[in-house]
DNA sequence: AGTATGACCTGATGGC
DNA sequence: TGCCATCAGGTCATAC
């Protein structure tokens, strides 16, 4: 579910109530977010900072780090009551936090450091150079779609924020990756930044599950201009968006706008 | 190194 | 109303 600008929404209201506070107890429900490692129970340790990596949600404590992915339906809220789908809760300082994940294809990771699994992913796209992005760009062989979508390379997109930054950057998402010119890729990691930061702007997108840690769905599905309008009119020249299948995802994308 | 496939989970939706 | 198939913001492991 949640991508880079719902992630980042989340850890903004964390970080505001969870910087210096202090944990008074930590609550595991048997579940397979886990991956058969909980955490320790973390009485008496402190939020230094809370941060995003990725998709990932990164608490750091006085004692190490707690990283959480929410995968497709996680979700992290602030004073709720326990649900069927509660998988952990913790209480910083009187401020409830609770882990709700129906499918559990969410994660949390404890460490002393930061988890291996957090270190190899790739950089940031709000952060990479351009230059850095045309290099790593043109060492793949790959298609742009699943490149886009492969966390080592950069960390934080999914599906639909690939399909509107191909979209807007006027991109067909069956190219190879290193097929693409020096112009179509300055395209890209311009709309990439333009698109998540406008998306982040407004909260995220909320298609069934995503909601902040307030409950609040985000807008910015409202902006989609290809994500789940498959046969629909094309917003700029009015022909029919296409869905198709690549590397098992839906893809959504103008024929016309995204020619090869 | 790439890509293709299935697995992991649960719920919503649509066809019959 | 029920049953079945299909689909969903994401990784992972395995096999060619």
Redesign the pocket.
């Known amino acids: 579910?949640?991508?880079l600008p719902?992630v980042e929404t989340i850890v903004r209201a964390l970080a505001v109530r969870l910087q210096g506070a202090t944990v008074g107890s930590a609550t595991y429900w048997p579940s397979?977010v886990f991956r058969g490692v909980t955490p320790p129970a973390l009485d008496g340790a402190f939020v230094k900072e809370v941060r995003r990596h990725?998709?990932?949600v990164l608490i750091e404590l006085n004692r190490g780090y707690l990283a959480i992915?929410?995968?497709?339906?996680g979700k992290l809220l602030f004073d709720v009551p326990d649900s069927?789908?509660t998988r952990a809760k913790w209480l910083f300082d009187g401020v409830l936090l609770s882990l709700e994940d129906?499918?559990?294809?969410g994660?949390v990771i404890w460490g002393e450091e930061i988890p291996e699994?957090l270190r190899l992913l790739g950089p940031d796209p709000l952060e990479i150079s351009l230059q850095e992005f045309v290099n790593r760009a043109w060492?793949?062989?790959?298609?742009i779609k699943?490149?886009l979508?492969t966390?080592t390379f950069v960390?934080?997109?999914?599906?639909?924020?690939?399909d509107e930054l191909l979209f807007r950057a006027r991109v067909n998402p069956t190219r190879?990756?290193?097929g693409l010119s020096q112009k179509q890729l300055t395209h890209m990691w311009e709309e990439m930044r333009r698109l998540l930061e406008e998306a982040i702007r407004h909260g995220?997108?909320?298609?069934?599950?995503?909601?902040d840690t307030s409950g609040r769905?985000g807008s910015f599905?409202r902006e989609h201009r290809v994500?789940?309008r498959g046969g629909e009119p094309c917003l700029v020249c009015g022909s029919p968006i296409q869905?198709i299948?690549?590397?098992?995802?839906?893809t959504h994308f103008c024929p016309v706008c995204q020619n090869l």
């Open positions: 579910m949640p991508e719902e397979r990725g998709k990932y992915h929410l995968g497709m339906t069927k789908y129906i499918r559990q294809f994660r699994g060492s793949h062989r790959t298609g699943p490149l979508l966390q960390r934080g997109l999914g599906n639909i924020y690939v190879s990756s290193a995220g997108s909320s298609i069934s599950d995503y909601v769905k599905q994500y789940g869905k299948f690549l590397a098992q995802r839906g």
